[in-house]
């Protein structure tokens, strides 16, 4: 089992950042490939971002390429997303997840472990 916590969601301006962060626990954390995910209001979860459990390799979606990115620090079991020139079309609740190999997928259905997510607003 592994468990995820997202945090660092919140309220922004357009134009502002946020870092969101995922600590995760439980199995060996450098055995799993990391993605983030989000989800807005009456539309399906849709992939972001995601980063090899080696941290060697990362891929991002075309919506947040350039905006967003994607990073893990194996010493506190934690990935990040740091989010850049945020729009209101990224106000979405963020999720993190967890997913057993070497190589990220894009689906959710990839994916075994999800934390409970973190609210981002933002707002025009």
């Known amino acids: 089992q592994v468990q995820l916590v997202e945090s660092g969601g919140g309220l922004v301006q357009a134009g502002g950042s946020l870092r969101l962060s995922c600590a995760a626990s439980?199995?060996?954390?450098?055995?799993?490939?990391m993605g983030w995910f989000r989800q807005a209001p009456g539309k399906e979860r849709e992939f972001l971002a995601a980063?090899?459990?080696?941290?060697?390799?990362?891929a991002y979606a075309d919506s947040v390429k350039g905006r967003f990115t994607i990073s893990r620090d194996f010493a506190k079991n934690t990935v990040h997303l740091q989010m850049n020139s945020l729009k209101p079309e990224d106000t979405a609740v963020y999720y993190c997840a967890a997913r057993s190999g070497p190589n990220y997928l894009e689906q959710t259905t990839a994916y075994d472990y999800w934390g409970q997510g973190t609210q981002v607003t933002v707002s025009s």
């Open positions: 980063i090899t459990w080696s941290g060697s390799n990362t």
């Open positions: 439980g199995r060996t954390f450098s055995r799993y490939t």
